[in-house]
């Protein structure tokens, strides 16, 4: 709770140490200065310089009055990047709300192999299942310039923001609404020759390690698939990917840590004579690649 003696003009080291009492309880010290950080710089324009070298600056009213109640949002456990819409992906930044999963480093570093492996064969055509934020279809189009990419999920509402947010980092993406679990709607699409996902895959019965900022607040149709069926994402894309996935194509997908070797033989299962088991930078089996090896064209870089 914000009280009334609070709704004043304060020092920037002032406003610091209100922040910090109002965090430290929740979020511990180290997460609660890097929160601080990020508050003063997206409301203020300050970097962490400027927060010591400007300690006895005034913060107006209203400014001061924002960024405690910011502040309040945080130690309710709401994530930062929902509170200020904003998140970043390498190096450039999206609007994230409510409808959109907030992008994580291992999907950051899911692009950054993808762009590596693609080094020596720089794909026409890229298609981003479950785009959510826009993310990895805009990073893609970012690395490929002059690829043809498109960009599919089932929410509208997250479709209209990676849209906004592809415009505002000038990539001229094509957006799709489609449920990929629905073969039907396969017909409709053309060739590609770099398929990319993270789609949903953390099983119902994982809730139970997941921290409540996520549970919360994260849409859950972006994260959680059932018990019975978790490779359900993953046998659709190997599907889809089946049809439209060119002869010199590759196929990359993040994955749930746990079900590493089983996605894997679900994609030898569906045909793809190359399949590989990559582990993200904490050492967890997170990300396959599959496509097709008897590729007359340039190898994919190793
Ligand atoms: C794990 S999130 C990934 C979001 C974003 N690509 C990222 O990496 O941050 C999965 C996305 O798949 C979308 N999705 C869920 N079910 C889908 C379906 N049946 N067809 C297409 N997209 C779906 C969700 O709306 C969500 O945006």
Known sequence: M?????????????????????????????ESNAMIYRLFEHYLGFNRPLIVIEREKTISRQKSATIMKAAAKLAENVPLQYITGKAFFLDFSVRVNRYTLIPRPETEEMVLIAAHLLT????????DIGTGSGCIAIA?????PSSQTVAIDISK????????????????????????LKSANFPGFPQFDFIISNPPYVRESEKIGINSNVLDYEPHRALFVPDHDPLRFYRAIGLFAG???????????EINEKL???????????????????????????????????????????
Not at 157 to 180: G, M, P, V, W, Y
């Open 157 to 180: 509402k997250a479709l209209q923001l990676a849209s906004a947010n592809a415009q505002n980092n000038s990539a001229d993406i094509e957006f799709i609404q489609a449920d990929i």
């Open 2 to 30: 914000i009280s009334k003696t609070d709704n004043r003009s304060m020092t920037v080291k002032e406003l610091q140490e209100k922040l910090y009492k109002m965090l430290l309880p929740v979020h511990g010290k180290e």
């Open 140 to 144: 893609m189009k970012r690395q490929f």
């Open 243 to 253: 049809r439209h996935l060119t002869g010199s194509g590759m196929l990359m997908v």
């Open 260 to 302: 590493g070797n089983e996605t894997v033989a679900l994609f030898q299962s569906q045909g793809f004579t190359h399949t590989e088991l990559r582990k993200d930078f904490r050492g967890r089996d997170r990300f396959v690649i599959a496509y097709n090896g008897n590729q007359m064209s340039q190898p994919f870089r190793k």
């Open 120 to 127: 020596n064969k720089p794909p026409k055509n890229i298609l």
